[in-house]
């Protein structure tokens, strides 16, 4: 959205990014929306959101919808250069060593173990000064280089995850309506959206073509997975609590 000339030029005079940065920091036990941050800080909304985003490029804050909060992992003595500070990464730039671990090429002090979930492969990014512009592809192509994409990411074991109980492979031949459906009903709790992204597979039989990416590296199950989801609330079978926060309706 657009705005007003005199406003981005108060948005550089206020110095509110350092503000921002500042209050998380001195309240880093606590996270807080962008929209009560902007009432604490005297700041307008815009300015505060814009500010955040930048912040997370930086690696400096974290977000998870609809909460920020300052990142205990930022280091203001970054292991990489200013120069690549902020850098953005994407999977071609990882080496896979095995083991679901990979050494960024251009750091080999930069490792990711595709085991863990998705947050800490972010915070892990963030702890360096990397970010990816698409965090959920980035996860999915390296976890699919790595042959991990039918194992749960929960810093399980692989051995005693293949032990656990799964769930039985008949009750994935359903359509994706459905398994959506059987997802959000298999906890009495909220899912968000990059959640459901990782475990549909629990719940459907994900097929080659869904897996491949479009021009921004993103899945093309999950653009199916979001217009199922779009009809699913226009019937009011599930609901949409919050900016891709989904549960079934009650």
Do not use: C
Request: charged share 30%; hydrophobic share 35%; net charge positive.
């Amino acid at each position: 959205m657009a705005i007003d000339f005199k406003e981005f030029e108060k948005m550089n005079m206020s110095n509110a990014k350092n503000k921002i940065f500042e209050f998380l920091k001195k309240e880093k036990d606590k996270a807080f929306e962008y929209k009560e941050l902007a009432r604490l800080l005297n700041e307008s909304e815009r300015t505060v959101n814009a500010y955040l985003s930048i912040l997370k490029s930086e690696g400096k804050v974290l977000h998870r919808q609809p909460y920020w909060a300052y990142n205990r992992d930022h280091s203001e003595d970054l292991p990489l250069t200013s120069k690549e500070l902020g850098s953005k990464v994407v999977p071609s730039m990882f080496r896979y060593e095995g083991n679901g671990i990979f050494v960024f090429i251009h750091n080999p002090k930069v490792k990711l173990n595709l085991y863990g979930s998705i947050r800490s492969i972010e915070t892990e990014l963030n702890k360096h000064g990397l970010i990816s512009q698409n965090m959920v592809g980035f996860y999915y192509l390296l976890r699919k280089k790595a042959g991990l994409l039918n194992k749960r990411s929960n810093g399980f074991n692989v051995n005693n995850y293949q032990n656990s109980a799964i769930i039985n492979n008949k009750s994935k031949n359903v359509s994706l309506r459905q398994a959506l459906i059987n997802l959000l009903s298999s906890e009495n709790k909220i899912f968000d959206l990059e959640e459901i992204y990782m475990k549909i597979e629990d719940f459907y039989n994900v097929s080659d073509h869904q897996r491949e990416v479009d021009n921004y590296h993103y899945p093309l199950i999950q653009h199916e997975i979001r217009a199922n989801l779009k009809k699913l609330v226009d019937e009011i079978v599930i609901s949409n609590i919050s900016r891709s926060k989904y549960r079934i309706a009650k």
